[in-house]
């Protein structure tokens, strides 16, 4: 008989709104079967229907990125126990540059409380394609890498850094589509 995949905590840099439908394509099905998605309570359901779409189509749940957002948290944490993944954009908001920011601790502290490992993933091209602001695609690449697998361990802030410096590892790889895409001249 097969068992369940061990849950993860998949965490990404977030950059636009086609975060999320870019890293449900590329997950195995495995992870993706089981995977709920921290979605911004503050944008995603501020309307009945705008909350039920995006619950529907994308597996996922409101979280409060502000005074309750330990709530959000708790929630998660009894998905993972539960035997669900969940994603989590662990800065909090899209960046309006396109740039990395910091890593905040709630993925760190779900980690440590829940024994759960943290997989942390990083989309090159989407600032390009649709940057914050924009209410449509545009033509170009994008390239989504897989980074190492983070055990808890130690404390919090020891966990929230290795995230940090694994997202930041990943944010500074050529993702191989040639020199002019990736800024070069």
């Not at 529907?56 to 126990?81: H, K, N, T, V």
């Not at 545009?138 to 890498?145: E, K």
């Not at 929230?160 to 001249?185: H, K, T, V």
Request: aromatic share 4%.
């Amino acid at each position: 008989m097969k068992t369940a995949p061990r849950p993860v905590i998949v965490v990404a840099n977030h950059v636009s709104h086609l975060d999320t439908p870019v890293i449900l394509r590329a997950l195995p099905a495995r992870i993706r079967r089981r995977l709920i998605v921290a979605a911004a309570k503050d944008y995603f359901y501020r309307t009945r229907i705008r909350s039920s779409l995006v619950s529907l189509s994308m597996a996922s749940i409101p979280f409060d990125r502000g005074e309750a957002s330990r709530e959000s948290l708790a929630e998660c944490g009894r998905f993972l126990l539960g035997g669900w993944s969940v994603l989590l954009f662990p800065e909090g908001t899209r960046s309006p540059t396109g740039a990395l920011g910091r890593v905040r601790r709630g993925a760190a502290a779900l980690a440590h409380e829940t024994g759960t490992p943290v997989l942390p993933l990083y989309i090159h091209g989407l600032s390009d394609v649709m940057p914050k602001g924009s209410v449509a695609p545009l033509p170009g690449g994008v390239v989504l890498l897989v980074g190492r697998i983070i055990p808890p361990g130690g404390d919090v802030e020891a966990t929230r850094d290795r995230i940090q410096e694994e997202m930041d590892r990943l944010a500074s790889e050529r993702p191989g589509w040639g020199a002019s895409a990736a800024g070069e001249a």
